[in-house]
């Protein structure tokens, strides 16, 4: 049997607290490369792939190549940080995979971050046995506010888009679950209360929910 709707996560910000680790990833590529970084950059790229970020809002290069290069840095960078920090996932999100798991609900992750980084994140929390699936920035063309990751955690979950509840702390990850026709509950990790336009549902922890009040949004869905 299909389950009734399938939970699907961004990353950063809403299984892990990842926020510093990323932020020091940034300026030390800055540093190292001599780039300049504007103030207020790393919550205005938020939730964003690092090619749009680095093309788009710095202007640090058009090339694809040069942009590639800058871009694994930056993350082998990010994977230094955690190594050398440590890393803990949010409060409320364990003892919410373990409901999802118990009641039978399908758990995938759609993240602009690299593979690398989602794998090295599972194995630090001991969480990978919550999730069926990973959609990361290399599988897709588009990164969010595109559906298109989202959309590709739908198929490989076997679940229709409209029967899936995204899960996100960030405006382009919002507008992307929305594009893809999917409930948006918006994390409040990232942006304050009231700062996630167009979301389903609002809560600080994921723990907040439970799966009977997630059921009743699909209770009139055929």
């Known amino acids: 049997m299909q389950p009734p709707w399938a939970a699907v996560f961004d990353w950063d910000g809403v299984i892990l607290d990842s926020s510093r680790h990323h932020e020091e990833s940034w300026e030390r590529l800055a540093r190292e490369t001599g780039k300049e970084l504007p103030a207020g950059h790393f919550r205005r790229g938020f939730g964003r792939r690092n090619m749009e ?14 942009i590639g290069q800058l871009s694994r840095r930056k993350e082998e960078l990010y994977r230094e ?13 364990q003892p919410w995979l373990e409901r999802l798991a118990v009641a039978g609900i399908p758990c995938g992750i759609g993240s602009s971050t690299e593979e690398e980084n989602v794998r090295l994140g599972l194995r630090k929390l001991g969480l990978g046995k919550f999730f069926r699936v990973a959609v990361t920035a290399e599988h897709v063309e588009r990164g969010k506010p595109a559906p298109d990751v989202f959309l590709q955690v739908a198929r490989r979950l076997g679940v229709p888009a409209e029967r899936c509840v995204v899960f996100e702390d960030a405006p382009a990850g919002v507008a992307a679950g929305r594009a893809a026709g999917m409930r948006v ?14 979301v389903f549902r609002e809560v600080a922890r994921l723990d907040e ?11 009139a869905v055929a």
Not at 60 to 66: L, N
Not at 209 to 219: I, K, Y
Request: proline share 10%.
């Open 185 to 198: 509950v918006g994390v409040t990790t990232t942006h304050p209360e009231g700062h996630l336009d167009g």
């Open 53 to 66: 970020i680095m093309r788009d809002m710095l202007g640090w290069s058009q090339d694809p190549r040069e």
């Open 209 to 219: 929910l439970t799966v009977p009040e997630v059921l009743r949004w699909f209770s």
């Open 81 to 93: 940080v955690v190594e050398e920090w440590g890393i803990d996932p949010l409060p409320g999100v």
